[in-house]
Nanobody
Framework: QVQLVESGGGLVQPGGSLRLSCVASGNLFSTYAMDWYRQAPGKQRDLVATITSRSSTNYADSVKGRFTISRDNAKNTVTLQMNSLKPEDTAVYYC???????????????WGQGTQVTVSS
């Protein structure tokens, strides 16, 4: 079991910035792909950004050029730097760890509890 704890959410004005962090438990963090998802009220949970174990990144079109995902394997941490925030970025943001298919054929996915981001004037 991997525990994920997010932090850094809050209220910010349009055009502002926030930095979300997610700290993972255990000693296999460097082997996981890490994702940030978000879910707005009444909507499905959508993928925002991904960083692989080799630090390749991918972003949803809606956040490209504004958000940056990064990881620090020494600190078991993945961060999401969010700039030029818009009201439509308002959502609960979730961190996710994906082990990928392991040698035993199993794959495990773990979620954090979420952190609220509100973009409003």
């Amino acid at each position: 079991q991997v525990q994920l704890v997010e932090s850094g959410g809050g209220l910010v004005q349009p055009g502002g910035s926030l930095r979300l962090s997610c700290v993972a438990s255990g000693n296999l963090f460097s082997t996981y792909a890490m994702d940030w998802y978000r879910q707005a009220p009444g909507k499905q949970r959508d993928l925002v950004a991904t960083i692989t174990s080799r630090s390749s990144t991918n972003y949803a079109d809606s956040v490209k050029g504004r958000f940056t995902i990064s990881r620090d394997n020494a600190k078991n941490t993945v961060t999401l730097q969010m700039n030029s925030l818009k009201p439509e970025d308002t959502a609960v943001y979730y961190c996710r760890a994906d082990t990928g298919v392991l040698s035993d054929g199993q794959r495990y996915v773990f979620w954090g509890q979420g952190t609220q981001v509100t973009v409003s004037s």
